[in-house]
């Protein structure tokens, strides 16, 4: 017995020598360089946000008969936040965007690149693109485009008369002088330019579809050099209302064609 005692004795003594000699001689802790800590805390921060509306919404369709449509309201007002949050044309609002589209890939879901950005939070949250989830999208985009505040959208909706009738009333209502202006991306193309920098820094859903070239003629070469690229929304939206009285027919009806085109394909079941 006293030799197991003695044993034992000197194995604790053993480990207590151990700590001692590791406690001198403490762990290096390796940093994680700053941006990608930031890049992984804002891509945590959203799919937090994305998850729990997904629980809201799972909790809602598992009670469907006996939900309301307040509870339904109120996720998409989640939705609705989560896209304002995103499209605040701040720096934080990019950042926030830039980590959705890192932690969900367009690729992953089968979702476009031309894909609106509030029909992708709706296709992540519902987890499918049907004709029923694509109605909450237009629902949603038309709240936006009239400027409600997420805090009023339930109460928007109520009374509208519900998603369908919101969404019934925007096919009646005529296209505004930008929607018109930019048929003028439907006409013959003057010149082609391929710039890889360019390309880096544009986003269709970010600068509706354009960019503006800022360029003047030089009678010595007889061209016409570029000065400047004009990446910014406010500036493409007010050159496509300049546009508006200008276009053809032939553009108008083309840009109408394939934006029927294009929501008749997103209201068919996957």
């Known amino acids: 017995m006293s030799n197991k005692v003695n044993a034992v004795q000197q194995n604790t003594n053993s480990a207590a020598n151990i700590t001692n000699v590791a406690s001198q001689y403490p762990t290096q802790v390796v940093a994680m360089p700053l941006a990608d800590e930031l890049h992984l805390n804002q891509e945590q921060l ?26 339904l309201y109120d996720i998409l007002t989640s939705c609705y936040k989560l896209f304002k949050d995103m499209k605040a044309g701040t720096s934080d609002a990019k950042v926030l965007l830039n980590a ?7 690729a992953d879901y089968g979702i476009r690149d031309t894909t609106h950005l509030m029909n992708k939070v709706i296709i992540i949250v519902f987890g499918e693109q049907t004709k029923k989830n694509n109605k909450y999208a237009s629902a949603l985009r038309i709240a936006s485009e009239n400027e409600i505040a997420a805090n009023h959208l339930a109460d928007y909706l109520v009374k509208a008369g519900g998603i369908e009738e919101v969404t019934r009333s925007k096919k009646h209502q005529d296209y505004t002088r ?11 193309p003057i010149t082609t330019i391929k710039d890889a920098k360019l ?13 503006i070239f800022l ?14 690229v004009v990446l910014n929304k406010t500036a493409i939206k ?10 053809s027919d032939k553009e108008k009806n083309a ?16």
């Open 46 to 71: 959203v799919a937090k946000a994305i998850d729990n509306i997904i629980s809201d919404r799972i909790l809602w369709q598992d009670n469907e008969l006996k939900a309301s449509n307040e509870s």
């Open 255 to 270: 840009m109408i064609a394939d934006l029927h085109a294009v929501e008749a394909e997103a209201n068919e079941e996957e």
């Open 199 to 211: 390309l880096g820094q544009f986003s269709e859903t970010d600068y509706e579809h354009g960019v």
């Open 178 to 188: 930008a929607e018109m202006g930019r048929s003028a991306l439907y006409g013959t």
């Open 215 to 228: 360029a003047s003629y030089d009678a010595k070469t007889k061209s016409f050099p570029i000065y400047r």
């Open 238 to 247: 007010a050159t496509y209302s300049s546009l508006a009285s200008s276009i």
């Open 100 to 106: 959705f589209h890192r932690k969900y890939p367009n």
